[in-house]
């Protein structure tokens, strides 16, 4: 009897059917570090305020999966070589380029493990899977570090027009229902082409690129970095210090699981295997489970975090073009610490400042090339276009201050 292939079916509610049918592919979504992606919010604590924004990571990169299938026939159709080696690689990248992302993604990044990205974790947990697989993720491993001599795959993984990118505007759009982040993907992708090994916009898709771009500072703004959606995020940040800060002074009432004790009280700041290790066994239950463990500490401000988080009782957020003062935090620190009974230094905790800021098309440094019909390359922020110009390349910073009243 013939063999028959197996093939899966995933009922995606963005994009509807999503096909699986490689062996290696397979192997990928079966394996324990990508099934840990469903216990990782995509959206970190965005649900506070848009309550169907509960989809996760592997959610995400299935959808990047399939649209970067969608983009391989794409390209192919117009005669851009791509062999079945390299379709595979690279659906296996833009299925892992998230594999590194810790618990409630970006909210927590840069305080539960300091000074490693999200993108060297999962560098190193590809890495880690291409070992198991007896060097089967070899060629994904080239193309994910930008290393391969076809360019363009590496940008449809990571890149001012990437299937990342697509995927989670078009998602979280779906899931926030907020249809600013809505895109023309399915246009975009057909205007994609391959010149000089490297990926570019046909001249008639510069309109749509425009509307990914303008799209993608509206989600920005309205949902990213919207006010609320920063001051739960910033509270989470707050309960780690303060759980860090309570194990420097040899509190040890702190306990709340191996993984989350590892990292609060153990690591030194290298990712070894062990580190490694832990890291993956580590999702958003492991979080969820410590604030409602530490709810009932005896440290008031750890206590009175935690439990603000956990029943929305979030701390006020206030944006604005200028800088706030150091009168203007000393002030509200004062009123803090006396109201709920916390020395200066504790209501720190309560009070603080930082700023938010977004360029959504750097020019120094990113680059979407627009290809026209008469063969000519140029950057879509210096074709006639006044909105690329005056608009998009331009930062915008506000400053916030998180207060308890």
Same mark, same amino acid.
């Given at each position: ?142 193309? $994910? ?133 832990? $890291? ?71 009070? $603080? ?53």
């Amino acid at each position: 009897m013939p063999s028959v292939t197996k093939r899966k079916i995933i009922n995606d509610p963005v994009y509807g059917f999503i096909t699986i049918q490689h062996p290696l592919i397979f192997q990928i979504v079966e394996h324990p570090f990508y099934q840990r992606l469903r216990r990782i919010n995509q959206m970190a604590m965005a649900h506070l305020v848009y309550p169907g924004a509960v989809h996760t990571r592997l959610h995400h990169s299935l959808g990047a999966y399939h649209l970067m299938c969608n983009a391989v026939t794409e390209l192919r159709a117009k005669d851009v070589e791509i062999t079945t080696a390299e379709e595979i690689a690279v659906k296996a990248a833009i299925l892992l380029h998230d594999a590194g992302h810790g618990p409630f993604s970006h909210a927590l990044e840069e305080t539960l493990i300091p000074s490693v990205h999200h993108e060297e974790l999962s560098l190193l947990i590809i890495e880690k899977m291409n070992r198991e697989l007896n060097g089967a993720l070899g060629l994904t491993l080239s193309i $994910f570090k930008g290393e391969y001599k076809k360019h363009f795959l590496h940008q449809l993984i990571s890149g001012q027009l990437d299937m990342d990118r697509m995927d989670y505007l078009m998602r979280d759009s779906f899931f926030t229902g907020v249809s600013e982040g809505v895109i023309g993907y399915d246009r975009i992708l057909k205007m994609l082409v391959v010149h000089n090994q490297e990926l570019m916009v046909e001249e008639k898709g510069i309109y749509s690129v425009e509307k990914f771009l303008v799209a993608r500072r509206q989600m920005y703004w309205q949902v990213y970095l919207h006010k609320t959606v920063l001051a739960a995020e910033k509270m989470l940040v707050k309960i780690i210090e303060r759980a860090k800060y309570l194990n420097s002074i040899n509190d040890r009432n702190l306990s709340a699981g191996p993984a989350i004790d590892f990292f609060i009280q153990s690591y030194d700041g290298k990712m070894t295997n062990q580190s490694l290790e832990w $890291f993956c066994a580590m999702d958003d239950t492991d979080i969820t489970f410590a604030i409602k463990t530490w709810r009932h500490h005896p440290d008031k401000v750890l206590s009175l975090l935690c439990d603000g988080l956990l029943n929305r009782r979030l701390l006020k957020c206030d944006l604005r073009s200028t800088a706030f003062t150091s009168e203007e935090l000393a002030t509200k620190r004062q009123q803090t610490a006396a109201s709920l009974k916390l020395s200066t230094e504790e209501a720190q905790y309560f009070v $603080f400042t930082g700023e938010a800021s977004n360029t959504t098309y750097k020019i120094a440094d990113e680059n979407i090339k627009i290809l026209f019909k008469n063969g000519a390359v140029t950057d879509i922020s210096h074709v006639d276009n006044p909105l690329i110009h005056q608009t998009i390349s331009a930062p915008v910073k506000k400053f916030y201050i998180c207060s308890f009243n």
